[in-house]
Nanobody, 121 residues
C-alpha cells in the first residue's frame, strides 16, 4: 500500500511560480512511476507530468512542457512539481498518483487527495 499526500497549493498570481510536493508512505514507493494530474471545475482530469521510478525519464503534455518540471527524491519518498510562469488556465485541483504510469490515469493505483492551485490574472 502507498499513501500519498499533496501540499503546496494556494492562490498565486499569473506569471509566478509554485512548487507542489507529493509525500508518500509505504516501502514500495520507490518501485512506482508517479504522475501529476489536474482537474478544473467542469473539465475532465488532465495529465500534467510523470516520472519513472528512478527519476531518469519524465513526460509532459505540450500544455505545460517548458513550464513545469517533475522530480523525485526517493530518499525522502517525495515527488515534486515545479510550476513556473503560471497561467489562469492552470487553475485546478492537482493530484499525484503512483502506479505503472505514465500518461494514462487508469495506470495509477494510488491517488492523493489533491491540492488546489488558483492562478489569478
Amino acid at each position: 500500500q502507498v499513501q500519498l499526500v499533496e501540499s503546496g497549493g494556494g492562490l498565486v498570481q499569473a506569471g509566478s511560480s509554485r512548487r507542489l510536493s507529493c509525500a508518500a508512505s509505504g516501502r514500495t514507493f520507490n518501485h512506482y512511476a508517479v504522475g501529476w494530474f489536474r482537474q478544473a471545475p467542469g473539465k475532465e482530469r488532465e495529465f500534467v507530468a510523470a516520472i519513472n521510478w528512478n527519476g531518469r525519464d519524465t513526460y509532459y503534455p505540450d500544455s505545460v512542457k517548458g513550464r513545469f518540471t517533475i522530480s523525485r527524491d526517493n530518499a525522502k519518498n517525495t515527488v515534486y512539481l515545479q510550476m513556473n510562469t503560471l497561467e489562469p488556465e492552470d487553475t485546478a485541483v492537482y493530484y499525484c498518483a503512483a502506479g505503472r504510469g505514465y500518461t494514462d490515469d487508469t495506470s495509477y493505483a494510488y491517488w492523493g487527495q489533491g491540492t488546489q492551485v488558483t492562478v489569478s490574472s
